[in-house]
């Protein structure tokens, strides 16, 4: 009997990894970067560089944003400038609510930090294979924002 529960739990602990290795084979990059003492200065930029060489399937990207919950406003605005492989350069500007109307934050959290994932785009198709760069700037109209501790990115296959 024991052998036999052995084996039920080692194919339930299985089943689960590879269920959750599973979940991430569509993504294509995906990382964050820390901002030193969750002050960034309106002239830094955040930038993260990766190589595309799918230009067939369609692409969802996302903003990862972590924040404390002593940031003083309920949305964050920032410029994302892509830099494609033959050196044209899209700017967007972003949105992020991070907190409703009454206030409560928004994103997944416990303590101070609060986290944050955004669908920026969705659809997208990469026309050129090559390196991509994405640079992120805050655009608040404070030199110094506080509270905004992650920025990140993450881009997956449709």
Sequence with gaps: MNTRLFFVL??????????????????????????????????????????INDTINL????????NSVDYKYMN?????????PDGRVVR???????ADVRGSWTGKGVG?????????????????????TFSFEQAMREEVLEGISDIGIRIERK
């Design 59 to 66: 692409h969802n990207i996302y903003i990862n944003v972590r």
């Design 92 to 98: 967007d500007t972003l949105e992020c609510l991070l």
């Design 10 to 51: 080692n194919n339930i602990i299985l089943s689960i990894i590879f269920l959750f290795i599973g979940c991430d084979r569509n993504v294509v990059f995906e990382k964050n970067k820390k901002i030193p003492q969750m002050k960034w200065h309106f002239e830094e930029k955040i930038e993260f560089e990766t190589t």
């Design 112 to 132: 101070k930090i609060r986290s944050n994932q955004f669908l920026m785009r969705e659809n997208v198709w990469f026309p050129i294979e090559g390196n991509y």
């Design 76 to 84: 964050f605005y920032m410029f994302l400038d892509t830099e494609f």
